[in-house]
């Protein structure tokens, strides 16, 4: 009879059906992190030399005349804070013994993610950081990219709510060509919003050798301009969230880099230590020093301003 019938319904020793792969639901940013060339910091404060030229203008001379001297000038130096950075995790030997889902030592997998964290943490500071001198106690923070290269030549604010344009952007890259040694930026960072306002620009034009005929192409992921060819990247920490701890950006932001002139500089590269062992666990951290190495400002650029909403 069909109620004699053994049935999964409310039977509690069925084993639970668990599979063993984790989904990281945290996204990963990095791109600067790794893309960018790595230098070595020798101490506390790390710097770079920069130096111009005399204003240009005739150096025509009467000929025989006796030759007077010129001015001269020396290099300029731009600091930076080496700023340093920890991830703690511990791990109960209990932790360790019993089984999981995942078939991992929880010690190994609380260390893939603790690597995971820290790169994004780097990554944002990479990119956001303010300058904190570390004087009194307080904690040492490096300018980011957004602070270090900023000067009055290469940062605009545009009136809030200004609508991105191609026409901007143009202005933007001719601004950056007359203010620099003539090397510009190549890569442009960006948040999500902005990034589809570049994607819906009137003058794009594509060149589709092979087009499926179901497919909407929608993108632009290069400008070219006459002052140069820009590359288009999407970056979280670019367009600042409160999740991101720094607080939410007001307005839309863009970034404009020549990463050959940008160096994470290292005084120690990533590594891990075994902490103290007090009580019956594993205490790791990793651990770095670094800070922004900025070997020109002028060959890059920020925007504030735009219409996020």
């Known amino acids: 009879m069909a109620s004699e019938i053994l049935k999964t319904y409310g039977d509690s020793s069925i084993k639970e059906d668990v599979n063993s792969f984790v989904e990281l639901l945290t996204y990963l940013e990095t791109w600067f992190l790794n893309n960018l060339g790595k230098s070595q910091a020798f101490g506390p404060v790390h710097q770079t030399q920069t130096d111009t030229l005399p204003a240009v203008g005739s150096l025509a001379v009467q000929e025989g005349e006796d030759l007077s001297s010129a001015t001269v000038t020396t290099p300029s130096l731009l600091p930076n804070i080496v700023q340093h950075v920890a991830r703690t995790f511990q791990v109960s030997d209990v932790q360790r ?7 991992e030592d929880m010690l190994a997998y ?7 964290q820290i790169g994004n943490a780097m990554e944002f500071d990479i990119v956001r950081s303010t300058l904190v001198s570390g004087v009194s106690g ?4 490096m300018n980011g990219i957004c602070n270090a290269i900023s000067k009055s030549t290469n940062t ?3 009136n809030s709510g200004t609508v991105l344009s191609a026409s901007i952007i143009n ?7 007359d203010n620099s040694n003539g090397n510009i930026a190549t890569e442009l960072f960006m948040g999500s919003f902005l990034r589809s306002a570049v994607d819906a620009f009137t003058q794009k034009s594509n060149t589709l050798v092979t087009v499926d005929a179901s497919t909407i192409h929608n993108l632009v992921d290069v400008i ?3 002052f140069g060819r820009l590359n288009i990247h999407l970056h979280r920490y670019v367009q600042s969230s409160t999740s991101g701890g720094l607080g939410a950006d007001s307005t839309g932001r863009l970034l404009a880099v020549r990463p050959e002139y940008l160096k994470i500089a290292y005084l120690n590269p990533i590594y891990m230590v075994d902490l103290a062992k007090t009580g019956a666990s594993d205490k790791r951290a990793f651990v770095s020093d670094l800070t922004m190495e900025v070997r020109n400002q002028d060959v890059h650029f920020n925007a504030t ?3 996020i909403d």
């Open 305 to 307: 301003g735009f219409d």
């Open 171 to 177: 202005g933007l890259l001719k601004a950056n060509w």
């Open 224 to 226: 070219q301009t006459s």
């Open 156 to 158: 605009t604010a545009h």
């Open 97 to 103: 013994k019993v089984a999981h889902f995942n078939g």
């Open 138 to 141: 307080t904690v040492p923070k």
């Open 110 to 116: 609380q260390t893939t993610k603790a690597g995971k």
